[in-house]
């Protein structure tokens, strides 16, 4: 038998550090970030699934952005000494256990009980950042008393109150959250057809329409939707003060958001945070040279997951004139399409100095809860493990071009 054969038939028992993949049970049967998602779909009503894993209007970019990874091929050194290799890496002078990092959701409190808190629990027990989203379901008060000890980030949409804001970052910093991820790509609401279609409202409404989705799911209606205050922005709720519902703090979200935000307007935002500040959503090297004028410290090259203004490009495809105009200046990360571990591995080697996780750990979330991330994380550190090994280079902090090759085939979305 050969050692690919051997493989093959024993799932595989990985562990990093204190988080590990499964190695009984249904979980143990997900061996990819699509498995995870497929087991997400058989446990959500649609109109929640299709919140996650739909895009902007025809889905153009969301389907780019994966296509644009799979055209990227890699040169392998196949001798090599990679005997000392390690993903560990570190992102504004404090270690991170992988270069990737758990990227900022909002209304996970539909996928899974204490969505939130679950993924700074993992993300810290793991040694990676987590960003926490203005919108999330969970407070920065309970994030940072859950994981005290965790690499914790706060995610701002900029609201047109200027006290607001400041509020929200005077919070952050009190709770030790470390660093600003302001997003840019989101002042406007996107058209998203499969919301729109399925009915999908924030806080969730039954309808006529959406009924039978709903009752095709008894399980996720007795964990998740019977509850009170499921989805309710735990940030915002204690904005507002006293026991607002769900829908007196999503009508206060949407009614306070900048629906416009200039350069001006980051201003006073990169005066009050004095920890690391990133900008979230910058596709183009001609912004990130603007953002690193503003004084930012970082800028996630990001199309929101193709989930707002169909027609962008990849963000693969964005990187390298970003890394070209600024990579000497502001760490750059990248999100948007990575399924694997690969997938990180390519975005390391055109320079992003990390990147953010987003539906593969949603639906993990949704498909097992905390074992579910613990699950996807694991297998995530071990995939780039194995791809920085058989690509033969020693250092993935000094990865580059030169172990990529390029399909100049179009693009199939
Ligand atoms: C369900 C869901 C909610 C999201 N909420 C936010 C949010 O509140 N703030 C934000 O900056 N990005 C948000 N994003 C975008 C992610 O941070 C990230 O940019 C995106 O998921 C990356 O694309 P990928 O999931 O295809 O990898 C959300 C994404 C999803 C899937």
Not at 67 to 86: K, L, N
Not at 202 to 214: A, C, E, G, K
């Amino acid at each position: 038998m050969t050692d690919s054969t051997a493989a093959s038939i024993s799932p595989p028992d990985i562990r990093w550090g204190d988080v590990r993949m499964a190695t009984s049970g249904r979980l143990a049967r997900a061996l990819t970030a699509e498995d995870l998602r497929l087991m997400a779909r058989r446990r959500l009503p649609r109109p929640i699934f299709d919140y996650v894993d739909g895009g902007g209007e025809n889905e153009f970019t969301l389907g780019r952005n994966s296509a644009a990874f799979d055209r990227i091929g890699f040169r392998p050194r196949t001798v090599a000494d990679i005997a000392g290799r390690s993903q560990s890496t570190a992102y504004f002078g404090r270690a991170s256990a992988a270069p990737f990092a758990i990227g900022p959701m909002g209304g996970l409190g539909l996928l899974c009980p204490d969505a939130d808190i679950v993924l700074a629990r993992v993300a810290a027990r793991a040694g990676i950042p987590f960003v926490l989203a203005t919108g999330a379901s969970a407070s920065i008060e309970r994030v940072a008393e859950a994981a005290p000890d965790g690499r914790r980030w706060f995610q701002l949409y900029v609201f047109s109150d200027a006290d607001l804001n400041r509020r929200l970052l005077q919070r952050a910093a009190s709770a030790g959250f470390e660093a600003l991820v302001v997003t840019t790509d989101t002042q406007i609401a996107p058209k998203r057809l499969r919301d729109l279609r399925n009915g999908f409202a924030m806080p969730m409404r039954l309808t006529p329409r959406n009924i039978v989705d709903f009752a095709a799911r008894p399980g996720w209606l007795w964990r998740i939707g019977r509850k009170s205050g499921t989805g309710l922005m735990g940030n915002l709720a204690a904005e507002i003060g006293g026991t607002p519902t769900a829908a007196e703090t999503f009508d206060f979200f949407r009614a306070g958001r900048s629906r416009s935000v200039g350069w001006e307007d980051l201003k006073p935002i990169r005066d009050v945070w004095r920890g690391p500040m990133l900008l979230k959503g910058i596709v183009t090297a001609e912004e990130a040279v603007l953002a690193a004028e503003l004084g930012v410290d970082g800028i996630v090259v990001s199309n929101h997951g193709g989930r707002n203004l169909d027609g962008t490009m990849a963000t693969i495809e964005a990187l390298p004139q970003v890394v070209a105009a600024v990579g000497d200046r502001l760490t750059v990360f990248l999100d948007s399409g990575i399924r694997r571990g690969s997938d990180v591995v390519k975005a390391l080697a055109l320079g992003a100095k990390g990147t953010l996780i987003g539906r593969p750990i949603a639906f993990a979330l949704a498909a097992a809860g905390e074992a579910g991330v613990e699950h996807v994380l694991a297998m995530l550190h071990d995939e780039v493990d194995r791809v920085h090994g058989l690509l033969g280079c020693p250092r993935l902090d000094r990865i580059d071009p030169s172990f990529l090759w390029r399909d100049d085939r179009p693009a199939r979305p």
